[in-house]
């Protein structure tokens, strides 16, 4: 950025306003640096050009003390925003305090649920293999009562059962007379 002459004044509707080279209007602003403060200008940022409305004032004296001005208006300025922004903070922090020990209690609650599931569902796991230990037993002695009374019907019905000895080592006798 360079100073030069390639902004304009124009009077429009009784009021001075800037404009620069490429036609575009200029705000005016007002220095709060520390080399020339409180200084109008008015600057492009397209053309990348600044110019000084105002002449420099007096004296370092009068710089310290408008810079002095300056400083002292954004301490005020930024005061109250600071202020907000530590309650901000510190209500943030609290609330982040809460939602933790919220969750770490939730996820406390939650792992003792579980355990207690596993627990219920290997009770219920024993019990079913007791109940299944059971029915296998209730089913192979059924089977074993079927199989013995078939095995007696069939002996009752046919006397000359191959596996009776004293029946099958008559059958040879009675042929003979
Ligand atoms: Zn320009």
Not at 3 to 9: A, D, N, P, R
Not at 87 to 112: F, I, N, P, V, Y
Not at 156 to 167: A, E, R, T, V, W
Request: a positive charge; charged letters at 30%; hydrophobic letters at 35%.
């Amino acid at each position: 950025m360079s100073t030069s002459s390639s902004t304009q004044s124009r009077i429009i509707r009784g009021k001075v306003e800037f404009f620069c080279n490429c036609n575009r209007q200029l705000r005016v602003q007002t220095s709060t640096s520390r080399a020339n403060p409180g200084k109008r200008y008015v600057k492009c940022d397209l053309c990348r050009v600044y110019e000084f409305l105002d002449d420099d004032l007096p004296s370092q004296y009068y710089k310290d003390l408008v810079f002095g001005f300056f400083q002292r208006q954004r301490g005020m300025d930024n005061g109250p925003m600071i202020e907000a922004l530590a309650l901000e903070k510190s209500r943030l922090e609290e609330e982040l305090k809460a939602t933790k020990s919220r969750l770490e209690d939730e996820l406390k609650s939650r792992k003792a649920k579980l355990e207690l599931y596993d627990k219920l569902f290997m009770v219920m796991l024993g019990c079913l293999c007791v109940i299944c230990v059971g029915i296998v037993e209730v089913l192979s002695t059924l089977l074993e009562v079927t199989l013995k009374g078939f095995g007696l019907l069939a002996f009752g019905k046919y006397s000359n059962h191959p596996l009776d000895s004293s029946l099958s080592n008559e059958k040879p006798g009675r042929w003979i007379t």
